[in-house]
């Protein structure tokens, strides 16, 4: 079973910055691909950015340039810097990641950006 607890979500300024962190419950250096959605009220959930365990990033069009993912395998953690936050911003954003050909998720943490 692989718990993933998210954290350092809040609210901010258009304009601010955030950094997320996702703590695995695992090892994640095996874990081919970790991570971060958003669901907006009303709307349904969709892929912010995903990692590869080369290092080889994604991210949804609306994020590129302003938010940058990691993972630490060493400390079992992904993180989100998320920069020049916009209020299109505002979600709760959950971490994602599968194993085994099982996706596990967090429970989410609240990301509001104030106009």
């Known amino acids: 079973q692989v718990q993933l607890v998210e954290s350092g979500g809040g609210l901010v300024q258009a304009g601010g910055s955030l950094g997320l962190s996702c703590a695995a419950s695992v090892n994640i250096f095996r874990v081919n691909v970790m991570g971060w959605y958003r669901q907006a009220p009303g709307k349904q959930r969709a892929l912010v950015a995903n990692i590869n365990i080369g290092g080889s990033t994604n991210y949804a069009h609306s994020v590129k340039g302003r938010f940058t993912i990691s993972r630490d395998n060493a400390k079992n953690t992904l993180t989100l810097q998320m920069n020049n936050l916009k209020p299109d911003d505002t979600a709760v954003y959950y971490c994602?990641?599968?194993?085994?050909?099982?996706?596990?998720w967090g429970k989410g943490t609240l990301v509001t950006v104030a106009s």
């Open positions: 994602r990641v599968d194993m085994d050909g099982i996706a596990y």
